[in-house]
């Protein structure tokens, strides 16, 4: 597996990352613990070194599981976890949709230690931003987490610009986690060139487009209510109806590569920028192999003006609820 470091920082991480989210949250039904065990042992063993959790996902039981899969790598791997919504310690929602006070923030941290079992976090990234809380006070909480030796690294996740210069000028941000795929490509408009200019590494969460780029459903897909992508306006029939014309589009430049419709998108996401490194959740061990794949895939510049020409589609229906769109700092 290639290794690629997160911008200007000494983070050195797989080429790919696994995320672990589908494991216990947003995409059920989940697989049993022991299954989920057995995948992050895999991907370790299949040369993949970056995992990504939050204290959310579940909430708690992500990172739970996480600790206990890759407990017998400890050293060997990176886990990054975030902190950012108002959860209680039994598990409830707080008062308020997101909490990023530094108070919460410590006692998060305190939590995500105990249960990734770790004595450090690799990499900790701010979940969402939140209005209320200036972003200084929560880079200066994360710089004091950092000088007392309980985190690495600091991250953001669905940041602004604005709020990505502010928080970096306070504590160097060692990367962004964004959505970012051939069907979800605002950060290249504003994101990317700030990223690039401060020397800030991108994780590109769902690049998969939540599995619809693989090309494995169309219209006459359902999702049971608990699945988040019920809730999706982009996954209605309708729009996946439209949005198919992406998939057809990967599905010749796969046949010409002798690759699959997902290892094309990926490949595409690892060719924008060496500093960008996606991280597809799965839950089964022949996906994980699939993705692991596109590392090999090289896309040469006609391959990348090819898909640049054809993938001139509007793709129809926002990316999430209203709701969880309002969610995006600034």
């Not at 600091?154 to 502010?166: H, V």
């Not at 991108?202 to 494995?216: A, D």
């Not at 419709?261 to 060719?271: D, E, H, N, S, T």
């Not at 799965?282 to 640049?308: C, F, P, W, Y």
Request: contains cysteine.
């Amino acid at each position: 597996m290639q290794k690629r470091k997160l911008g200007n920082s000494n983070l050195e991480v797989s080429a790919l990352g696994l995320g672990c989210m589908g494991m216990t949250f947003s995409y059920s039904p989940f697989p049993e613990k022991a299954a989920s065990i057995a995948l992050l042992r895999a991907a370790v063993e299949k040369g993949i070194t970056f995992f990504d959790t939050a204290e959310v996902y579940g909430p708690f039981n992500n990172e739970e599981l996480v600790g206990e899969g890759l407990a017998p790598f400890k050293g060997k791997v990176t886990i990054a976890t975030k902190f950012g919504f108002d959860i209680n310690p039994d598990g409830s929602r707080g008062p308020r949709a997101v909490n990023s006070q530094p108070e919460h923030i410590r006692r998060a941290v305190e939590g995500s230690l105990k249960r990734l079992g770790v004595d450090v976090i690799d990499l900790l990234y701010q979940h969402r931003v939140d209005p209320e809380v200036p972003i200084e006070d929560v880079a200066g909480a994360v710089k004091d987490l950092i000088a007392e030796g309980k985190v690495k690294y600091f991250g953001l996740s669905e940041a602004g610009a604005k709020t990505i210069r502010r928080a970096h000028a306070v504590q160097p941000v060692t990367a962004l986690q964004s959505e970012y795929s051939l069907w979800y490509r605002t950060p290249e408009e504003e994101i990317i060139p700030t990223l690039e200019e401060l020397g800030i590494g991108f994780v590109p969460f769902s690049p998969l487009g939540k599995g619809f780029l693989t090309g494995k459903m169309d219209q006459t897909a359902t999702f049971d209510k608990t699945d988040i992508r019920s809730s999706i306006p982009r996954f209605s029939a309708d729009a996946m109806k439209t949005n198919l014309a992406l998939v057809d589009l990967l599905d010749a430049i796969a046949a010409h590569k002798k690759a699959t419709p997902a290892q094309i998108a990926l490949a595409w996401l690892l060719a924008q920028k060496p500093w960008i490194v996606p991280i597809p959740g799965t839950t089964k061990l022949h996906r994980l192999e699939e993705n692991i794949g596109s590392v090999a895939v090289e896309l040469s510049a006609d391959d990348l003006q090819r898909i640049e020409s054809a993938a001139q589609i509007k793709v129809q229906g926002a990316r999430y609820p209203e709701h969880l769109e309002k969610m995006v700092g600034l």
